[in-house]
């Protein structure tokens, strides 16, 4: 029989098999223990009645999701990455659900099953990756990876995107050198990660090719935020000699820079020139205006979401690590030596 609604229900099949309800749902959900026969019987008339289970009426109801999990607060950097991520979800009709990154860095794995459950088509991660663990869990599933700027080069079938590092420390610390400045230090994030580091050696190569010498305490690696740039700042300008200019390895520690030396009486540019890298609304809203490397932000938050649909559809991708080109953006707090 059908429901009062004219919608074939699990009896209605079963009752025109000969068989129980049970039998009948047991082919729905691809069970192993019902006889050959009877299950082409009951799949031929699943076909025949149209039948549609609940749970696949709801999938095909609402619109495909992409997790973007996001470690370490809502900054601006970060804000300029989920429009974009935003902006490809709607042109792809895929809804976009952003989530801390509380679950993800507790190293378990019932983070990556709850996201497997909740049937998300992928995932995007931004200041963080899963754990090896949870990214079993997730190829396991078949639920694609992609990584936004990763702190650490990503294993196996993670994708990343980000923005060429190494480019954009060479462009920074060749400006102040053209600037006439010698005495440059650079100011970056955590040690371990691979995007301090890879704008680093930027900055040694350049200083290297300059024939500039890199002193060793002017080399300072911490966090890449506010208060990380007004610390580490404050300890190089007591160092004697002093640097004339300072490349930091994003625009929050360069702002904490600009603020330490104006609490020790130096204006930028008059006595320290400062180079930053993200190029957010944040450069722009500083006194001075910040000079810093541009990274695609936004764009980078479009690649990496249609990057995401193009795995999660099996198609492959030309590169593992997807980089886009860094520019130098002159403004007001970089000066001649």
């Known amino acids: 029989m059908s429901s009062r609604s004219g919608r074939v229900t699990l009896a209605t099949i079963a009752a025109s098999a000969g068989v129980s309800v049970a039998t009948v749902s047991k082919v729905l959900n691809d069970r192993r223990d019902v006889a050959p026969d009877t299950r082409a019987l009951v799949q031929s008339l699943l076909v025949k009645h149209g039948y549609v289970a609940a749970s696949a009426r709801r999938r095909a109801e609402r619109p495909p999701t992409v997790e973007v999990q996001v470690n370490g607060g809502l900054c601006a950097y970060v804000t300029e990455i989920l429009k974009g991520v935003i902006k490809a979800g709607n042109e792809a009709g895929v809804a976009v659900i952003v989530t801390d990154g509380d ?167 008059d006595d320290l ?14 006194s001075p205006r910040l000079t810093t490397v541009r990274q695609p932000l936004l764009k980078m938050g479009v690649i990496a979401l249609r990057t995401a649909l193009r795995r999660a559809a099996g198609e492959e991708v030309e590169s593992r690590h997807i980089e886009l080109a860094t520019e130098l953006v002159v403004r007001e707090s970089s000066r001649a030596a």
């Open 273 to 286: 020139s400062i180079v930053g890298f993200d190029d957010t609304e944040l450069a722009v809203m500083a």
């Open 103 to 269: 679950g993800m860095t507790d190293g378990g794995t019932a983070w990556a099953r709850a996201l497997v459950a909740a049937e998300r088509r992928a995932l995007i991660t931004v200041c963080g990756e899963p754990s090896p663990a949870q990214l079993a869990t997730l190829s396991r599933a078949r639920l694609p990876v992609v990584v936004v700027d990763p702190v650490d080069q990503p294993q196996g079938l993670v994708t990343s995107v980000g923005p060429t590092n190494f480019a954009g420390g060479l462009a920074a610390t060749q400006h102040l050198l053209a600037l006439g400045h010698r005495r440059i230090a650079y100011l970056g994030g955590p040690a371990s990660a691979s995007f301090s580091q890879a704008r680093m050696h930027g900055f040694r190569a350049a200083m290297e090719a300059a024939g500039a010498p890199v002193l060793p305490d002017h080399v300072r690696m911490g966090g890449y935020c506010y208060d990380d740039g007004l610390r580490e700042a404050a300890v190089l300008l007591g160092l004697r000699p002093e640097p004339t200019a300072i490349f930091a390895a994003s625009e929050e520690i360069a702002l904490g820079a600009v603020h330490a030396a104006a609490s020790r009486g130096l204006r930028v540019p």
